[in-house]
């Protein structure tokens, strides 16, 4: 193999409970490496129980990046992200470590390894406002509905849920006429300058992985994650923070609308169908190496897939 002249970097992606975070710090931890989350939760101090954030233990001395460093009342754009994630990058290559881009938020993971050029895509305050308001009165459902008449492409990976980007892409087919999805996918024409690979973890059986879902919002729930949500209830989150599954579907507990039994089943279901969207995105990307829970010696397997791209 003739040696790359880029930069390596490792991007260790998958749907949400898959097991990503052990194994990306055991790499990590064996290869001199560090970690950048690509987590759009994550990023948030104090959603740290439903975001399934490492503790200090697990992360076992390896440094992250990008966790725990905005207050939850910030709003925080993908183009926001990428250049943050970006400058962290660089920064842990030029101190001769590993960089790994971990995490299950495909948009983020997309924005750093296709180089995605955010610059010169309009905005309209007034028209942006016009969607909030939209958005707070007749919900996210309808706004999807109507992006998926003009951006099928993008709609069909987003969740009622995420209204930031569903007004983003609004908003700009509104003012172009263009799916931001056609935006995004011309200004990629320019590789990132990495030596890349993506390895993909998920379970073979799609009934384990619902099944370990299911596992860590009781674990969650045990854990403390009714207190987190209450703490959070008192403050003005973002845009982005109350898009987070783990906290929305718990407030109607709160609010007295269900028990903790029925917050507890929406709350597994809504997990199962983020996962779901997860693996679509990442199986649309023929780059991305799978790897399977079921399977012996997943680090081996991946050192070995690292080793293939000349990063080992």
């Given amino acids: 193999m003739a040696e790359c002249k880029h930069p390596p970097l490792v991007v260790i992606a998958g749907p949400?409970?898959?097991?990503?975070?052990?194994?990306?710090?055991?790499?990590?931890?064996?290869?001199?490496?560090?970690i950048i989350s690509a987590d759009s939760m994550q990023i948030?101090?104090?959603?740290?129980?439903?975001?399934?954030?490492?503790?200090?233990?697990?992360?076992?001395?390896?440094?992250h990046h990008l966790i725990s460093?905005?207050?939850?009342?910030?709003?925080?754009?993908?183009?926001?992200y990428q250049g943050c994630a970006t400058a962290s990058i660089q920064d842990v290559l030029r101190r001769g470590k590993l960089p790994f881009l971990v995490g299950g938020t495909g948009l983020y993971i997309s924005s750093v390894v296709d180089n995605t050029d955010f610059g010169e895509i309009v905005n309209n305050p007034?028209?942006?406002?016009?969607?909030?308001?939209?958005?707070?009165q007749e919900g996210g459902e309808v706004?999807?509905?109507?992006?998926?008449?003009?951006?099928?492409?993008?709609?069909?990976?987003?969740?009622?849920?995420n209204l930031g980007r569903i007004i983003r892409a609004l908003e700009v087919y509104r003012l172009t006429g263009k799916p931001l999805s056609e935006f995004q996918a011309a200004s990629r024409?320019?590789?990132?300058?990495?030596?890349?690979?993506?390895?993909?973890?998920?379970?073979?059986?799609?009934e384990l992985l619902y099944q370990r879902i299911d596992s860590r919002v009781d674990a969650m729930l045990q854990g403390g994650l009714l207190q987190e949500v209450e703490a959070l209830m008192g403050k003005g989150l973002s845009a982005t923070a109350v898009q987070a599954i783990g906290y929305k579907e718990l407030y109607g507990y709160f609010k007295g609308e269900q028990t903790l039994s029925q917050a507890a089943d929406n709350l597994k279901r809504q997990t199962r169908r983020y996962a779901?969207?997860?693996l679509t995105w990442f199986r649309r990307d023929e780059r991305v190496q799978w790897l399977?829970?079921?399977?012996?010696?997943?680090?081996?397997?991946?050192?070995?897939?690292?080793?293939?791209?000349?990063?080992l």
């Fill in 16 to 34: 949400t409970a898959s097991g990503k975070t052990a194994l990306s710090i055991e790499l990590a931890s064996r290869h001199n490496g560090e």
């Fill in 44 to 63: 948030y101090k104090g959603m740290d129980i439903g975001t399934a954030k490492p503790t200090v233990e697990e992360m076992r001395g390896v440094p």
């Fill in 69 to 80: 460093v905005l207050d939850n009342s910030e709003s925080f754009s993908v183009a926001q």
């Fill in 126 to 136: 007034e028209l942006r406002a016009e969607l909030e308001e939209r958005a707070r």
């Fill in 292 to 311: 399977y829970n079921e399977d012996n010696d997943l680090v081996g397997r991946s050192e070995e897939i690292l080793r293939q791209h000349g990063i």
């Fill in 276 to 278: 779901k969207r997860q």
């Fill in 143 to 161: 706004l999807l509905k109507e992006l998926q008449q003009c951006d099928p492409v993008l709609a069909k990976a987003l969740h009622p849920n």
């Fill in 189 to 206: 024409l320019k590789p990132a300058p990495y030596n890349l690979c993506m390895i993909g973890l998920t379970f073979r059986s799609r």
